[in-house]
C-alpha cells in the first residue's frame, strides 16, 4: 500500500476510506494479469477481492465503446476465472459509502 493514495478523486476516496476504517492491507492500480497488464481500482491482494470505479459510463469516456466494453468483459472473466471477487461502483457510490460498506461486508464474508 502507497502512503498516500491515488487516481481520481473516486479512487482516493475508497483509498482513505479503507484507512480510516482500519483496512490497511490494499493496493490501488493492481496489475493482476501480467503480460495483460489489466488493473484493478483497488485490491486486496490477500483474499482476491477487488473493487472497480466505472465513473466513464456516463460521460463518453473509454468504458463507454463497444471495444472497451469487450475490454472490460474479457477482464471480467479472467478475474472470475482467476477467483477473484469484484465489485463494481459509480464514483456517486464511493462518495456515499456504499463501496466501502460492500467492501468490509465481502471481507467480513471471505475471512
Known amino acids: 500500500m502507497r502512503l498516500k493514495p491515488i487516481g481520481n478523486e473516486a479512487e482516493q476516496v475508497l483509498a482513505f476510506q479503507c484507512l480510516e476504517d482500519g483496512i490497511k492491507d490494499f493496493e490501488q492500480e493492481y496489475v493482476f494479469a501480467p503480460p ?7 485490491a486486496v ?6 473493487i472497480e470505479i466505472c465513473g466513464g459510463l456516463w460521460h ?9 466494453i469487450l ?5 471480467g472473466n479472467l478475474l472470475t476465472l482467476e477467483g477473484w ?12 459509502g456504499e463501496a ?8 467480513v464474508l471471505y475471512s
Not at 495483460?36 to 483497488?42: E, G, I, N, T, Y
Not at 475490454?71 to 477482464?75: G, M
Open 71 to 75: 475490454r472490460d468483459y474479457e477482464k
Open 45 to 50: 491482494v490477500s483474499q482476491k477481492v477487488g
Open 36 to 42: 495483460r497488464k489489466f488493473r484493478l481500482d483497488l
Open 85 to 96: 471477487r469484484v465489485l463494481r461502483y459509480t464514483p456517486e457510490q464511493v462518495r456515499k
Open 100 to 107: 466501502i460498506e460492500g467492501l468490509k461486508a465481502l471481507l
Open 60 to 68: 463518453g469516456h473509454a468504458h463507454s465503446t463497444p471495444l472497451m
